[in-house]
């Protein structure tokens, strides 16, 4: 299948190629151009690119998300601790011979050029992080995910906190009402393996009816405590995943579709396993055997991640399928979905607020404590959720906005194409070299 692809690509360029000097005899010029980066040169790249993702990883426990590539690259990186300033200037050399390099006319090479210039420097700028270079909060978004969120002001999230007010009125503040309203609707602990295991599994077969999925995938499901994180899929190659949910907070009923979408199916697992099979495995190119976790493909992932809870479940169908399917199983009232989603919708809507507080306290204007109560006071979380708030963005610091203007960047790329065409615009973001900069 890699052969054959790689020959099909061949006989396309060449015919470009010919193509292009019949236009050029016959305007009387000769053509000396080149055609644009090889798959050879781009290769050659590529393999000293995931020696130093590898690299950095020996400084930086969360910087390899995951790696599935020759195991003795990883076992030489174990071995030798390239120091960062070192790091630093093999990858500005990287970064200059692609930068010598013409992009490729071919549209997936193009992207493969890109991605690699653009994956490279936010390499450079992680490692220069991990040497005590400080970024506002704006300047690292950029850097590391290609993109800036907006900013939003106090008012706009206290117009939606009005609005949740009359949805849920009663004694205490509207964060206080809206946590006690949802104890109705937490997944008994005893029911959440089954009840994760049925939304899966509905996930699973939504997303097959549009994208074909490799034999053998499959994932295994873990619960476990004391992360700062809610889910994680940790994609082990050969189509495999191990998908996390943290129990450390109670688990409200949403949580069901949306992590089972989000880790596995349309999500991470299925993003990470079509660019195994489409890049790798029949195209032979090793730097997706590596996924940085700071990185512009950070953004797509998540961004893809999240709205494909929507593209597996369009319009009402989610409280379709959960009143009368899931409800019952997890022993919930399913005449409360209705309700419980709306007020979920308006409660999505302040999402932003957590790059607002992230964003205020990365930049040294609030502290810690501060940051938790702005993010209980505009964003409802509950005192406990804004301290595991926190205690992320410690950890991955302005990662936060991948997942809501990650969501939004995708959508407007998706929706932009015609209703029946927006599963092939959400799969081709999945098997493509796609960043940030290319949905814009
Ligand atoms: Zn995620």
């Not at 009232?333 to 790059?355: H, K, M, P």
């Not at 702005?374 to 301290?387: H, I, M, V």
Request: with cysteine.
């Amino acid at each position: 299948m890699a052969y054959h692809y790689r020959m099909h690509h061949r006989t396309v360029f060449a015919l470009s190629a010919l193509l292009a000097i019949a236009a050029s005899c016959k305007s009387g010029e000769s053509d000396s151009r080149p055609a644009g980066a090889s798959t050879a040169q781009l290769d050659s790249i590529a393999e000293p690119y995931v020696k130093l993702v590898l690299a950095v990883g020996k400084h930086d426990a969360d910087y390899v998300d995951a790696y599935y590539g020759p195991p003795e690259w990883r076992t030489a990186a174990d071995s030798d601790t390239v120091a960062l300033p070192e790091i630093a200037s093999r990858a500005a050399a990287l970064s200059a011979r692609l930068d010598s390099l013409t992009a490729p006319s071919d549209t997936l090479l193009g992207l493969r050029h890109s991605y690699l210039k653009t994956q490279l420097r936010a390499l450079a700028t992680r490692v220069s992080m991990l040497q005590g270079k400080k970024l506002t909060f704006d300047e690292e978004s950029q850097a590391l995910y290609d993109a800036v969120a907006p900013t939003h002001p106090e008012s706009y999230f206290q117009n939606i906190i009005d609005s949740l007010g009359v949805m849920l009125p009663g004694a205490g503040t509207v964060s206080e009402r809206f946590e006690r309203y949802r104890t109705q609707f937490v997944i008994p602990a005893a029911k959440l393996d089954t009840v994760f295991r049925t939304a899966i599994a509905e996930c699973k077969a939504r997303t097959l009816k549009h994208i074909p999925l490799p034999e053998g995938e499959e994932f295994k499901l873990e619960f476990v405590t004391d992360k700062s994180w809610s889910g994680y899929n940790w994609y082990q190659g050969n189509y495999k995943s191990l998908i996390q949910v943290n129990t450390d907070l109670p688990i409200y009923i949403d949580r069901a579709v949306d992590l089972a979408c989000h880790e596995g199916y349309p999500g991470h697992h299925v993003y990470n396993l079509l660019l195994e099979k489409n890049l790798v495995k029949d195209r032979g190119w090793k730097e997706y055997t590596v996924y940085p976790l700071f990185s512009p493909q950070s953004l797509i992932a998540e961004g893809s991640a999240n709205y494909g809870i929507e593209m597996a479940f369009p319009g009402d169908e989610r409280v379709e399928y959960e009143r009368r399917a899931l409800w019952p199983l997890a022993g919930l009232d399913s005449t409360q979905a209705e309700r419980y989603y709306r007020i979920q919708a308006l409660f999505g809507r302040l999402s932003y607020a957590g790059n607002e507080a992230a964003r205020r306290y990365l930049n040294g204007e609030i502290d810690a404590a501060a940051a938790a109560t702005w993010l209980t006071t505009y964003g409802l979380s509950s005192p406990a959720r804004a301290q595991q708030r926190i205690r992320f963005v410690d950890q991955y610091r302005s990662y936060v906005i991948n997942y809501n203007l990650g969501k939004d960047i995708v959508r407007t790329y998706v929706e932009r194409a015609p209703a029946e065409s927006r599963w092939q615009a959400f799969t081709a973001i999945l098997t493509s070299p796609r960043l940030p900069g290319d949905l814009k």
